[in-house]
Protein backbone atom coordinates (compact mmCIF):
# COMPACT_ATOMS: atom_id res chain seq x y z
CA UNK A 1 0.00 0.00 0.00
CA UNK A 2 1.18 3.22 -0.94
CA UNK A 3 -0.09 6.87 0.27
CA UNK A 4 -1.00 9.36 -1.93
CA UNK A 5 -0.94 13.03 -1.36
CA UNK A 6 -3.29 15.05 -3.59
CA UNK A 7 -2.69 18.87 -3.79
CA UNK A 8 -4.48 21.45 -4.45
CA UNK A 9 -5.05 25.46 -4.72
CA UNK A 10 -7.96 25.12 -2.45
CA UNK A 11 -8.98 25.09 1.38
CA UNK A 12 -8.91 21.95 2.63
CA UNK A 13 -10.67 21.16 6.35
CA UNK A 14 -9.64 17.83 7.40
CA UNK A 15 -9.12 16.13 3.61
CA UNK A 16 -12.43 18.09 2.65
CA UNK A 17 -11.97 20.70 0.12
CA UNK A 18 -14.17 23.74 0.91
CA UNK A 19 -17.55 24.28 -0.99
CA UNK A 20 -15.93 27.45 -2.37
CA UNK A 21 -13.76 25.44 -4.61
CA UNK A 22 -16.20 23.44 -6.82
CA UNK A 23 -13.29 22.80 -9.97
CA UNK A 24 -10.63 21.91 -7.40
CA UNK A 25 -13.13 19.21 -5.54
CA UNK A 26 -13.66 17.82 -9.62
CA UNK A 27 -10.29 17.68 -10.43
CA UNK A 28 -9.36 16.08 -6.93
CA UNK A 29 -12.18 13.63 -6.87
CA UNK A 30 -11.18 12.24 -10.70
CA UNK A 31 -7.78 11.48 -9.39
CA UNK A 32 -9.30 10.26 -6.37
CA UNK A 33 -11.41 7.70 -8.36
CA UNK A 34 -8.56 6.80 -10.62
CA UNK A 35 -6.30 6.01 -7.92
CA UNK A 36 -8.91 3.79 -5.98
CA UNK A 37 -9.77 2.34 -9.22
CA UNK A 38 -6.19 1.27 -9.68
CA UNK A 39 -5.29 -0.28 -5.82
CA UNK A 40 -8.39 0.40 -3.08
CA UNK A 41 -5.45 0.39 -0.57
CA UNK A 42 -3.78 3.06 -1.22
CA UNK A 43 -4.73 5.86 1.40
CA UNK A 44 -5.61 9.43 -0.42
CA UNK A 45 -4.62 12.39 1.61
CA UNK A 46 -5.43 15.74 0.33
CA UNK A 47 -4.19 18.98 1.25
CA UNK A 48 -3.91 22.50 0.55
CA UNK A 49 -0.92 24.11 -1.01
CA UNK A 50 -1.40 27.05 0.99
CA UNK A 51 -0.69 24.67 4.05
CA UNK A 52 2.58 23.75 2.70
CA UNK A 53 3.40 27.39 2.54
CA UNK A 54 2.80 28.29 5.78
CA UNK A 55 4.23 25.08 6.88
CA UNK A 56 1.68 24.91 9.32
CA UNK A 57 1.42 21.27 7.11
CA UNK A 58 4.65 18.64 7.56
CA UNK A 59 5.15 16.31 4.96
CA UNK A 60 8.21 14.32 4.55
CA UNK A 61 9.82 13.75 1.79
CA UNK A 62 11.98 10.71 3.34
CA UNK A 63 8.87 7.77 2.61
CA UNK A 64 9.84 5.71 -0.47
CA UNK A 65 5.36 4.78 -0.42
CA UNK A 66 4.42 8.21 -0.90
CA UNK A 67 3.75 9.20 -4.34
CA UNK A 68 2.32 12.94 -4.72
CA UNK A 69 0.12 14.07 -6.82
CA UNK A 70 0.24 18.03 -6.96
CA UNK A 71 -2.91 20.20 -8.86
CA UNK A 72 -1.81 23.05 -8.23
CA UNK A 73 1.87 25.09 -10.16
CA UNK A 74 1.49 27.37 -6.64
CA UNK A 75 4.70 25.31 -4.56
CA UNK A 76 7.13 26.17 -2.18
CA UNK A 77 10.35 26.33 -3.54
CA UNK A 78 11.82 24.43 -0.73
CA UNK A 79 8.88 21.76 -0.92
CA UNK A 80 11.05 18.17 -2.59
CA UNK A 81 9.36 15.64 -4.56
CA UNK A 82 10.23 13.78 -7.73
CA UNK A 83 8.55 16.72 -10.47
CA UNK A 84 10.22 19.55 -8.82
CA UNK A 85 12.02 20.71 -11.70
CA UNK A 86 9.45 20.11 -13.68
CA UNK A 87 6.65 22.47 -12.35
CA UNK A 88 9.80 24.77 -11.59
CA UNK A 89 10.73 24.84 -15.22
CA UNK A 90 6.59 24.99 -16.04
CA UNK A 91 6.46 28.24 -13.53
CA UNK A 92 8.72 29.99 -15.27
CA UNK A 93 6.32 30.79 -17.84
CA UNK A 94 8.75 33.98 -19.26
CA UNK A 95 11.36 31.38 -19.91
CA UNK A 96 9.08 29.32 -21.71
CA UNK A 97 7.94 32.21 -23.91
CA UNK A 98 11.48 33.18 -25.09
CA UNK A 99 12.67 29.50 -25.87
CA UNK A 100 9.17 29.00 -27.77
CA UNK A 101 10.29 32.10 -29.61
CA UNK A 102 13.68 31.68 -30.46
CA UNK A 103 13.43 28.10 -31.17
CA UNK A 104 9.95 28.24 -33.35
CA UNK A 105 9.12 31.99 -33.79
CA UNK A 106 5.92 31.67 -32.85
CA UNK A 107 3.89 34.42 -30.87
CA UNK A 108 3.81 34.39 -27.97
CA UNK A 109 1.23 35.55 -25.01
CA UNK A 110 2.60 38.63 -22.89
CA UNK A 111 0.42 40.03 -19.64
CA UNK A 112 -3.23 40.18 -20.41
CA UNK A 113 -2.25 39.97 -24.33
CA UNK A 114 -3.23 36.42 -26.45
CA UNK A 115 -3.79 34.79 -23.46
CA UNK A 116 -4.15 31.16 -24.55
CA UNK A 117 -8.14 29.87 -24.71
CA UNK A 118 -7.16 25.94 -26.36
CA UNK A 119 -5.16 23.63 -24.80
CA UNK A 120 -3.53 20.43 -25.88
CA UNK A 121 -3.38 17.44 -23.77
CA UNK A 122 -0.05 15.61 -23.54
CA UNK A 123 0.00 12.10 -22.22
CA UNK A 124 4.10 11.28 -22.21
CA UNK A 125 4.76 7.76 -20.46
CA UNK A 126 8.13 5.99 -20.22
CA UNK A 127 6.77 4.55 -23.73
CA UNK A 128 5.51 6.78 -25.81
CA UNK A 129 4.13 10.36 -26.43
CA UNK A 130 0.26 10.77 -27.32
CA UNK A 131 -2.16 13.82 -27.80
CA UNK A 132 -5.44 13.95 -26.66
CA UNK A 133 -8.01 15.97 -28.00
CA UNK A 134 -8.07 19.86 -27.73
CA UNK A 135 -9.88 21.56 -25.30
CA UNK A 136 -11.53 25.06 -25.06
CA UNK A 137 -12.97 27.48 -23.07
CA UNK A 138 -16.72 27.93 -23.29
CA UNK A 139 -18.74 31.23 -22.80
CA UNK A 140 -18.85 30.74 -18.69
CA UNK A 141 -16.76 30.39 -16.11
CA UNK A 142 -14.98 27.26 -15.39
CA UNK A 143 -16.87 25.48 -18.66
CA UNK A 144 -14.26 23.57 -20.61
CA UNK A 145 -15.26 21.28 -23.85
CA UNK A 146 -13.60 18.57 -25.61
CA UNK A 147 -13.02 18.08 -28.63
CA UNK A 148 -12.17 21.15 -30.26
CA UNK A 149 -11.27 21.20 -33.72
CA UNK A 150 -8.38 22.34 -35.82
CA UNK A 151 -7.00 22.24 -39.18
CA UNK A 152 -4.97 19.06 -39.80
CA UNK A 153 -1.28 21.48 -39.95
CA UNK A 154 -1.82 23.41 -37.16
CA UNK A 155 -2.13 20.06 -35.40
CA UNK A 156 0.92 18.64 -36.48
CA UNK A 157 2.57 21.94 -35.32
CA UNK A 158 1.24 21.44 -31.60
CA UNK A 159 2.37 18.38 -31.55
CA UNK A 160 6.00 19.15 -33.03
CA UNK A 161 5.98 22.33 -30.27
CA UNK A 162 4.56 19.99 -27.37
CA UNK A 163 7.24 17.15 -28.35
CA UNK A 164 10.30 19.73 -28.23
CA UNK A 165 8.61 21.65 -25.66
CA UNK A 166 8.91 18.50 -23.83
CA UNK A 167 12.61 17.53 -24.44
CA UNK A 168 13.69 20.86 -23.45
CA UNK A 169 12.59 20.76 -19.76
CA UNK A 170 13.54 16.94 -19.50
CA UNK A 171 9.91 15.87 -19.01
CA UNK A 172 9.31 13.17 -16.44
CA UNK A 173 5.63 10.77 -17.55
CA UNK A 174 2.94 12.66 -16.98
CA UNK A 175 0.13 14.57 -18.18
CA UNK A 176 0.68 18.16 -19.33
CA UNK A 177 -1.26 20.75 -21.01
CA UNK A 178 0.29 23.01 -24.01
CA UNK A 179 -2.28 26.38 -23.20
CA UNK A 180 -1.88 28.30 -26.78
CA UNK A 181 -4.22 30.68 -28.51
CA UNK A 182 -5.19 30.42 -32.81
CA UNK A 183 -5.34 34.49 -34.07
CA UNK A 184 -4.99 34.58 -37.67
CA UNK A 185 -4.59 30.60 -38.65
CA UNK A 186 -1.34 31.20 -36.14
CA UNK A 187 -0.48 29.59 -32.75
CA UNK A 188 0.30 32.05 -30.11
CA UNK A 189 2.11 30.34 -27.32
CA UNK A 190 0.96 30.65 -23.12
CA UNK A 191 2.29 28.33 -21.21
CA UNK A 192 2.73 24.41 -20.62
CA UNK A 193 0.96 23.12 -17.35
CA UNK A 194 3.03 20.04 -15.69
CA UNK A 195 -0.26 18.11 -14.30
CA UNK A 196 -4.09 18.06 -15.67
CA UNK A 197 -4.82 21.69 -14.66
CA UNK A 198 -8.24 22.81 -14.29
CA UNK A 199 -9.40 22.72 -18.52
CA UNK A 200 -8.70 18.82 -18.15
CA UNK A 201 -12.19 18.39 -16.06
CA UNK A 202 -13.70 18.48 -19.98
CA UNK A 203 -12.24 14.86 -19.92
CA UNK A 204 -14.47 13.63 -16.96
CA UNK A 205 -17.23 11.48 -18.36
CA UNK A 206 -16.56 12.45 -21.86
CA UNK A 207 -13.34 9.99 -22.64
CA UNK A 208 -12.20 6.78 -20.54
CA UNK A 209 -9.69 6.83 -19.68
CA UNK A 210 -10.12 10.43 -18.46
CA UNK A 211 -6.61 12.79 -18.37
CA UNK A 212 -6.72 12.58 -14.71
CA UNK A 213 -6.33 8.53 -14.90
CA UNK A 214 -4.08 9.22 -17.41
CA UNK A 215 -1.86 11.31 -15.19
CA UNK A 216 -2.44 8.60 -12.60
CA UNK A 217 -1.21 6.00 -14.60
CA UNK A 218 1.87 7.59 -15.80
CA UNK A 219 2.89 8.56 -12.64
CA UNK A 220 3.03 4.75 -11.25
CA UNK A 221 4.06 3.24 -14.72
CA UNK A 222 5.96 5.75 -16.13
CA UNK A 223 8.44 6.33 -13.67
Known sequence: MSKVIIIVNAPVDNGKISPTSPVAERMASALSKSIIESDPCHQIN?????????????????????????????????????????YFACRDVEKRRKWVQQHFDYKVSKDNLWLGDLWLPIIFTSEKLMYGEIISEGILPNYYQQPYDLPSEIDLSLYTLAKELLKSIQAIPSVYLLQFRILDHNII???????????????????????????????IKGC
Open 189 to 219: FDRLWPFPATPAIASINVQKPDLFAHHWHCL
Open 46 to 86: IVSGADLWSKSLHISDSNQDTIYCPLTIKLPDWFNFPAQQI
